[in-house]
């Protein structure tokens, strides 16, 4: 297969990479602004990313409904799944601010922020406490945010995958690398922005998932497959990488969602196993999951498990009910699954899993605009490491990166890059992946990987000595990846260029995991036992400087 | 192969080519003639989208066994209504 090459540069403003919820979101609003801006996105913005067929969450402040005790707002947010120790105070008070004037946004746009014609907040939450996830149905939403993002003059480039930042001497992101996936011969684009925004979300397909053999069997999107290292190798500083997040729901079908199940986490014998349910409710859910996604593993690895979700006892209404938010969510699959196996909700219960590491709100280290560490180059939603709130981060990050790039582009001047060195490089290299005759085909290495970090820098046990053997092999990995990988067609070299990706990132994992000498939340590191109340304010960061790789802890709040 | 496209049915408009997240379908040009086809079915999401934009009906559903779903049947639960009788 052949690598061509477009000959004309694209210029534009704003170049977003990832036409998920951020970046969507980012380009009506920069769009809206007047900036000139193109969304490159690998799949089809209509459908893609994790957010492709709907979710039903969204983690918000309606003053309305909430009050107006914003401290108290902020302190039981910190107590559910998307606060804690990983969130970075000053950026959740920002985010949780701007949470109503997306929601507003939405609702004009189109998507269905209140089917019952109020604001009903359910799931993710405590019995006798406020919540704060509004209930809504999102599998419109997609279409309806690239048809607001076109209407406000974005162009979209679908099939497009991007593999590299242009930064230029001054350390300014002026640009990117890319091609077309709709040929089988690839074709390479390169692009001049004067502003670049990574919305690319996570890094699925690094750690075993629901059944290892299958490694596209995860919880989110594995089509997110580590575009932070993109980040990462332009000088953007990573953050929280080292604790691992771990998530819950189907075991076997991976799939994200678990809030949307409103039965009761059960032993084998149908009898609760947490606290706060005995019978279905609807306005919480099960909050066992949220507070603690580990409860399924370690409930089968201490003999008690497994552990199912009961929903014997829903009513018809809240089945059907269930079933419908199953269709908002996105989540679909499920139901169908069932019918083809005859599985009824009525009578069995469904066993949950406790899902491998996945990087999710680890990852490019932002500012309060959304900017990374090198200038020009902003980050928004999943890929990011220290915001969390999944739909809430991506859509007000996007927004708030499309408000600040609109005044960035107006203050710099554009850069040529066609003489930038990056871009021999990397087509030299595209055509070396392309037209080797034999080599190793990209499961390959991605699968190695999987080994390596499990074994290795899992989430079992973490030891000076293991992360000192994941370290060396996977710089081996990385070394034998890079001069015997082959790609037949644009489709795998997408895949074999995310695997590379997937390394970049991994090595970042192992080497923070080793360079944090105590044990903290999902970081249990068997020769520092304790938790080092000096850390406690701190983040630890990564970063890759001219001279090496660079670790810090700084402190959370900047 | 988890989508299984119906060619009776397909009117080759390509719409799930392009909606794939995973790129999983692929347009395939074989003698002037375009084929649709499932060419990474291990690389399949299984997240319908594929179904949800087909305007004819012609994409249906296999979900593999390694994507099997473990459940348990709850002894006590009340069966009266059960839809499966
Ligand atoms: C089934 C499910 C249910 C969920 N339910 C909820 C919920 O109810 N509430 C909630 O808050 N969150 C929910 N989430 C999480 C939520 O969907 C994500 O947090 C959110 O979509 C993240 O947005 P994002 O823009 O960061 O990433 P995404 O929306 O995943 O978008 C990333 C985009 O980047 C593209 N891309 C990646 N790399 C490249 C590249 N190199 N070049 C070009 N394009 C690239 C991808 O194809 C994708 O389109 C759910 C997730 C799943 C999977
Ligand atoms: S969307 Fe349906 S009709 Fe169109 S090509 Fe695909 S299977 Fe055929
Ligand atoms: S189910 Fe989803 S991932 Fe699978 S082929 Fe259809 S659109 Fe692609």
């Known amino acids: 297969m052949q690598v061509k090459i477009r000959k004309e540069i694209i210029k534009t403003e704003l170049l977003i990479i990832g036409g998920g919820i951020a970046g969507l979101q980012a380009a009506i609003t920069a769009g809206q602004e007047g900036t000139s801006v193109i969304v490159a996105e690998k799949a089809d913005t209509r459908r893609s990313g994790s957010g492709a067929n709907g979710n039903d969450h969204y983690m918000c402040y309606i003053p309305e409904c909430h009050g107006d005790d914003f401290k108290r707002v902020i302190s039981e947010i910190n107590e559910g799944m998307e606060g804690g120790p990983w969130q970075d105070q000053i950026m959740l008070r920002k985010m949780m601010k701007r949470s109503y004037g997306i929601i507003q946004k939405w609702e004009s746009y189109g998507i269905d922020m209140r089917p019952t014609g109020k604001w009903v907040f359910e799931g993710h939450a405590m019995p006798g406490r406020q919540r704060y996830h509004l209930k809504y149905d999102g599998q419109n939403q997609k279409a309806v945010l690239t048809q607001k993002a076109l209407e406000n003059g974005a162009q979209i480039m679908n099939k497009v995958f991007i593999n590299e930042v242009l930064v230029n001497e001054e350390g300014r992101a002026v640009g990117a690398i890319g091609f077309s996936l709709a040929e089988d011969d690839s074709e390479v684009i390169i692009f001049q922005a004067k502003a670049v925004l990574l919305a690319t979300a996570q890094?699925?397909?690094m750690y075993p998932h629901g059944n290892p053999t299958f490694i596209f069997n995860t919880h989110s999107c594995p089509a997110a497959a580590g575009g932070a290292a993109i980040g990462y190798r332009a000088g953007a500083r990573l953050v929280n990488l080292d604790v691992p997040y771990i998530h819950a729901g189907v075991k076997g079908f991976a799939r994200s969602g678990k809030a949307t199940w409103i039965g009761v986490l059960s032993d084998i014998h149908g009898k609760p196993v947490g606290p706060f349910l005995t019978k279905p409710n609807r306005e919480t859910g099960d909050a066992m999951m949220d507070i603690w996604p580990g409860i399924f593993g370690e409930r089968l690895d201490n003999g008690t498990g497994p552990t199912y979700m009961n929903c014997t006892e829903l009513s018809e209404e809240d089945l059907k009910y269930q079933e419908k938010a199953f269709e908002s969510e996105g989540i679909d699959s499920i139901t169908e699954y069932c019918e083809q196996r005859g599985i009824d909700l009525?009578?069995?219960?469904?066993?949950?899993?406790?899902?491998?590491?996945?990087?999710?709100?680890?990852?490019?280290?932002?500012?309060?605009?959304?900017?990374?560490?090198?200038?020009?180059?902003?980050?928004?939603?999943?890929?990011?490491?220290n915001v969390r709130g999944n739909i809430t981060n991506a859509s007000v990050w996007g927004d708030v990166v499309g408000e600040h790039s609109s005044e960035y582009v107006k203050q710099v001047e554009e850069f040529d890059i066609s003489e930038h060195p990056l871009i021999k490089e990397k087509i030299d290299f595209y055509m070396e992946l392309m037209t080797k005759k034999i080599g190793a085909h990209w499961l390959e290495v991605n699968s190695t990987l999987q080994r390596i970090m499990n074994d290795y820098v899992g989430l079992k046990v973490r030891s000076e000595t293991l992360l000192t053997a994941g370290i060396k092999y996977l710089a081996d990995l990385k070394r034998y990846s890079v001069s015997e990988l082959k790609c037949e067609n644009s489709h795998e070299l997408m895949r074999t260029l995310e695997v590379l990706d997937l390394i970049d990132l991994a090595e970042a994992v192992a080497l923070t995991a080793k360079n944090r000498q105590e044990t903290r939340g999902n970081h249990k590191r068997v020769d520092f036992t304790y938790t080092n109340p000096l850390l406690n304010d701190k983040f630890q960061t990564i970063e890759k400087t001219k001279d090496g790789i660079k670790m810090a802890f700084r402190d959370k709040e900047k | 192969m988890p989508p299984v496209i119906d060619k009776a049915k397909c009117i080759k408009c390509e719409i799930c080519a392009q909606i794939c997240p995973l790129d999983v379908i692929r347009v395939e040009k074989k003698d002037q003639e375009r084929e649709i086809?499932?060419?990474?079915?291990?690389?399949?999401w299984h997240c319908r989208a594929c179904i949800k934009e087909c305007s004819s009906n012609a994409i249906t559903m296999r979900y593999p066994l390694s994507h099997m779903m473990f459940y348990m049947d709850v002894p006590t639960a009340d069966r009266s209504d059960c839809k499966c009788k």
């Open chain 1, 346 to 385: 009525r009578k069995s219960m469904i066993e949950f899993g406790t899902y491998d590491y996945s990087l999710a709100q680890r990852g490019i280290d932002i500012n309060l605009d959304g900017m990374t560490t090198v200038q020009g180059l902003y980050a928004a939603g999943i890929c990011c490491g």
């Open chain 2, 37 to 44: 086809v499932v060419k990474y079915p291990y690389e399949c």
């Open chain 1, 203 to 205: 890094a699925m397909r």
